[in-house]
């Protein structure tokens, strides 16, 4: 099993004394996720040394995230707030009720790349209009996002200025940052909790 070999490769390398080989053994075990983890609980067991077991709870956990929140959460890379057309200056069409606006595109991100721009309104994805009015738009928008797998390919129709526009945008995975700060504190605090236990068991 090519997993299991490159595991037994890079699990020494943990605690090599040339840097270089620590990081890269690192980021490749981080990369096998899950199928190494049976072996790095049995060297951390093993080890005197503290920074391979520094690592090995790094390599673990980050692996973990990665598997269950970050791949797992759809991001756009805007910020939201609720469209109300009856409020909005300049050229809109006040036949549309439901969306949401954007206020803020981050770069970088899907969002940015798709061309979509502060104050746009998203009035549809994938053809299905955008549901709930105020709050309740933003909030349920939010949440569609982050159900779609990272690298998934979304039509939004975008209303700008008087105009509809079509744009595709590549759903981007959640950044770290906002799983801990936003939706998902709680989980990323349960699992820092989950692996301060896991070693010893």
């Keep these: 099993d090519e997993d299991a070999a490159n595991v037994d490769r890079w699990v020494p390398l943990l605690g090599s004394p040339d840097y270089k080989q620590r990081e890269t053994a690192t980021t490749a075990l981080i990369e096998i996720g899950a199928p190494a983890f049976a072996k790095l609980r049995t ?3 093993q080890a005197d040394d503290l920074e391979a077991r520094l690592r090995i709870e790094q390599v673990v956990r980050t692996a973990y ?8 959460n759809g991001f756009l890379g805007i910020s939201l707030a609720p469209y109300e057309p009856k409020d909005v200056k300049g050229p809109r069409r006040t036949d549309i009720e439901s969306g949401v606006r954007v206020t803020q595109v981050i770069a970088n991100t899907g969002a940015a790349k798709a061309g979509l721009r502060a104050d746009d309104v998203i009035t549809a994805m994938n053809g299905t209009p955008v549901s709930g009015t105020g709050v309740e738009a933003t909030s349920r928008f ?7 797998p990272p690298g998934t390919k979304v039509r939004l129709t975008v ?19 906002n799983v801990r700060r936003v939706r998902f504190a709680g989980l990323y605090d349960q699992v820092n909790e989950r692996f301060g236990t896991w070693w010893f068991k």
């Design 43 to 45: 060297a951390y067991e």
């Design 65 to 72: 995230l990665n598997r269950y929140v970050f791949d797992r």
């Design 142 to 148: 939010s949440d569609s996002i982050r159900l779609i």
């Design 159 to 177: 209303l700008r200025d008087a105009h509809a526009v079509n744009l595709d945008a590549i759903i981007g995975r959640c950044p770290e940052d």
